[in-house]
């Protein structure tokens, strides 16, 4: 394939804003103040209801697109060793083992995502202990108030998958009100300030050459991604790179987690779209000439690296990386700072988004809108 990338766009301090009109990257350089933001209106949302009637059997999220990852962030904060299951809804119906004894909280940027309405609808029916989380006087607000149950008002920075903290932090200090997570406020600066530093690194001004996601955006295009995360942490951050690369650059991708891949998505690099990269030059050279080293469609292995991996998987990342740089499959490792699970993913989740835009920018294609998304709506109302 042949992949027009205008790596100028990058670093030209008037082509960028023109191929930027949507200002997603000032969408993306909000994320920290959406985690300050989220916390005060949390603290007055009245989360501390939640626990007045102690710990629930279960908790289920339902929210779609940039909503619903929300309810994997916060799966990966409270971890494995969350003592209640956190399963997230992407669809129009309630599992039916969901009751009374559960919490269920609708999570719905702009408000009014049918199909989130749908479960909230329900589980209100099943008398399920509710959390709305989502946009002010829309029928998510609405619902609240039927079902007498807290709202967090969430204030959109323009686009709902850019709004992820804003959307995400509720639920992160619902779980710690019922005693499912350990996030004390130092942790919810701390990741603050974790994505105030890849904004600094990444930001417009910085060029290519020491900009890590313009870089990275440049290596990716024209290769079909394959995002891998070592960790359930970081397997979430893979899925939300896969997500953004479709809505942000209008991009393929596919996403897994190890140690699963290793017994399927592996075997790609055996395939037709392993060894594709062809030309002179290093692929980690970032001053090759990108426009003569591909012949076709190439994958990329994209390794999202978490502190925390278990021993077996750390082998296994480690013989991967061999086998898909042996078969002529380019590598790129994200690794994750130590801190937090909040701190962590929230760092990983940054790169991933700058990544995302830039390689938009790059290819010449406006960030911002998802007109298929649009049209599709449009079709099925």
């Known amino acids: 394939m042949s992949t027009a990338v205008d790596s100028r766009r990058l670093d030209d301090a008037e082509a960028l804003p023109a191929a930027d009109p949507g200002e997603m990257l000032r969408q993306v350089a909000s994320s920290a103040a959406q985690i300050r933001e989220a916390r005060l209106v949390s603290g007055e949302a009245g989360l501390e209801r939640l626990a007045e009637d102690g710990r629930p059997r279960a908790v289920v999220v339902t929210g779609m697109g940039g909503s619903g990852i929300s309810g994997d962030v916060l799966a990966a904060v409270c971890g494995t060793g969350c003592p209640v299951p956190i399963v997230t809804v992407r669809g129009y119906r309630l599992p039916g083992w969901v009751g009374a004894a559960d919490l269920v909280i609708a999570v719905s940027c702009s408000g009014g995502t049918e199909e989130t309405l749908s479960v909230a609808h329900e589980a209100m029916r099943r008398g399920c202990r509710m959390l709305f989380v989502g946009g002010v006087d829309s029928p998510l607000a609405d619902l609240a108030v039927q079902a007498r149950a807290p709202f967090v008002p969430v204030r959109s920075v323009g686009q709902p998958r850019s709004t992820l903290w804003g959307l995400s932090i509720p639920l992160i200090l619902a779980a710690r009100t019922l005693g499912l997570a350990n996030v004390p406020d130092e942790v919810l600066e701390g990741a603050a300030h974790r994505l ?173 809108p998802v007109t298929a998304i649009q049209e599709l709506k449009a079709r099925i109302a």
């Not at 359930?232 to 650059?249: F, H, M, S, V, W």
């Open 196 to 368: 105030e530093d890849v904004a600094h690194r990444c930001r417009p001004a910085s060029e290519s050459f020491v900009n890590p996601a313009k870089r990275i955006a440049l290596d990716l295009a024209g290769d079909l991604p394959m995002a891998w995360g070592t960790s359930d942490l970081a397997t979430t951050a893979a899925y939300r790179l896969c997500c953004q690369l479709n809505e942000n650059a209008k991009y393929p991708g596919v996403f897994g987690g190890l140690p699963e891949v290793d017994h399927n998505q592996v075997v790609a690099f055996d395939g037709l779209f392993a060894g594709a990269r062809s030309g002179p030059g290093d692929v980690d050279d970032f001053f090759r000439d990108r426009a003569d080293d591909r012949e076709g469609s190439s994958l990329h292995l994209v390794v999202l690296r978490d502190t925390d991996e278990h021993p077996q998987v750390r082998k296994r990342r480690e013989v991967s990386v061999e086998l898909a740089s042996a078969r002529g499959v380019a590598v790129t490792e994200i690794a994750a700072e130590d801190g937090h699970p909040l701190e962590r993913i929230a760092g990983l989740i940054a790169m991933a988004d700058y990544v995302t835009v830039y390689l938009a920018i790059a290819l010449g294609v406006d960030p911002t």
